[in-house]
């Protein structure tokens, strides 16, 4: 889930300057709205709209195609496919901006644009009514404010350095009016929201307020961290009770590891194996290493980080007994193709956070029949690389089935994409004796969890030149 900060405040505030910094600092998506609603009103006045006509400005919205671009890390304004990122930044632009902002039809047209970037990334949004109205549950609110002097101050000096003859008094008096018209307008006014922390800026200097404010940022996320943690910690809590009386029922089943698939299922099988492995090779760097340690025959446990989609087939394209794996419920409702092509795979749906037994007879049929069968102990995929916390549901299922644990380790840097390097490390098979099942006591699964997850650390968090 992104994490969304709101930073409003009064024209002239330095809101633009600091959240572009601040955002750098932070590695998130910078979104100036301001600069959307100064875009419209540069249209309304290259084309001869009256901006306190609003039926006009009404009328021609349609007409207008705005999009934000990031170009080397820097936010551009493209208007009707022209950048207009440095022509939007006048005196009398703003003027518009403050005009057209307070028309209805203008904020809605503009209010999807910038909900569709807050749900896409990490970002930090500034405006003038962005923690009250676009992103009313933002996860951090700020409000920057400074006294009017200072402001115009500020923009003054912004405007000489671009050639703009404009007095120091005609810009406090825009300043000014600007801040009536945005305090006083029906639709979304300026204010700042209950729940958002004031900073007022007018004594301090520009790098003194980046700093401050991205304190407060991290401050407050690290606060909200703490607040969700407990949250999670007493469901956790609720589950791990409801799941431990679940657990004490199941008894052991051993699997008849004698079962194999047929020799025509397997040769086929194969076949496909290798196209795929020549697909694979082609659209990334792909290498296998510890394949020593992968049993000739099926019915094992393969355990393995979570990385990305393409895990069960990176893991299965080394190995030449089929897999079955665990998918979350929602992959199973997209389409109709979509779920007979994961069905075809070997992929059976789970429900995360139930105490669901019905995935232990379904992962107990896969490994009777002579499948593997791959899990993966995070339940979701890591961004960074790092592997998280496991579940017990890995050791669950090998100690009902008393059958070994391959751990698997996926390394590759970033995001998954073409020509990436990747390396898929398989380990030691950890034997039933080794792991010493003898109940499903969930004490003894905590254990048991804890061993594989530690070998699959091992595995990916080691160095390898190759990367």
């Not at 800026?201 to 401050?212: F, G, I, M, P, Q």
């Not at 030691?428 to 650390?457: C, F, G, Q, R, Y």
């Amino acid at each position: 889930m992104s994490i969304n900060i709101a930073l409003d405040g009064p024209s002239g505030a330095g809101k633009s300057t600091i959240a572009k910094a601040v955002a750098k600092k932070l590695e998130y998506v910078y979104v100036d709205t301001g600069a959307l609603y100064r875009s419209i009103a540069l249209y309304m006045i290259e084309h001869g709209i009256d901006l306190d006509n609003t039926d006009d400005v009404e009328t021609v919205l349609s007409g207008i195609d705005l999009k934000l671009a990031y170009i080397d890390g820097s936010q551009r304004v493209l208007l009707c496919g022209e950048d207009v990122s440095d022509k939007i930044r006048t005196p009398k632009v703003s003027m518009g901006a403050s005009k057209v902002s307070a028309i209805p039809k203008v904020r809605e047209f503009l209010f999807d644009l910038q909900k569709s970037i807050a749900k896409e990334s990490n970002i930090i949004m500034d405006g003038r009514d962005i923690g009250t109205v676009v992103l009313p549950k933002a996860d951090v609110k700020i409000f920057l404010t400074a006294s009017a002097e200072e402001r115009a101050n500020r923009r003054f000096k912004e405007l000489q350095e671009k050639g703009d003859k404009s007095s120091y008094d005609e810009v406090l008096a825009d300043i000014k009016q600007r801040d009536y018209n945005d305090m006083h307008r029906e639709i979304a006014p300026l204010k700042k929201a209950d729940d958002a922390i004031e900073i007022d800026t007018t004594n301090l200097k520009l790098d003194e307020s980046v700093e401050v404010i991205y304190n407060t940022i991290v401050q407050e996320l690290k606060k909200k961290d703490e607040s969700n943690e407990n949250i999670n910690k007493d469901v956790e809590n609720s589950q791990v009770k409801e799941s431990n009386n679940l657990l004490r029922d199941i008894n052991i089943k051993p699997v008849d590891r004698s079962n194999k698939l047929s020799h025509l299922r397997m040769f086929f099988y194969n076949i496909l194996r290798y196209i795929v492995l020549v697909v694979y090779h082609l659209f990334y760097d792909l290498k296998f290493v510890g394949k020593e340690n992968i049993p000739k025959n099926g019915s094992n446990i393969f355990a393995s980080n979570h990385r990305s989609y393409a895990d069960p087939v990176l893991i299965s394209l080394g190995v030449r007994v089929p897999f079955s794996f665990m998918a979350k419920e929602e992959l199973f409702k997209k389409n109709i193709f979509f779920t007979a092509l994961i069905k075809a795979l070997g992929a059976f749906p789970v429900t995360r956070g139930k105490g669901d037994t019905s995935v232990i007879d379904v992962s107990l049929e896969c490994l009777n029949k002579g499948r593997n069968l791959v899990i993966f102990p995070e339940g979701t995929r890591s961004k960074d690389g790092r592997v998280g916390r496991g579940k017990t549901g890995v050791a669950l299922v090998a100690a009902v089935a008393q059958v070994p644990v391959i751990p698997v380790g996926i390394v590759f840097e970033g995001k998954l994409k073409f020509r990436k390097k990747v390396v898929v490390k398989f380990g030691k098979a950890i034997s039933p004796t080794d792991m010493n099942i003898s109940s499903t006591d969930p004490k003894e699964l905590k254990k048991i969890k804890k061993a594989i997850m530690n070998e699959i650390v091992d595995l990916v968090e080691t160095d390898n030149p190759y990367i």
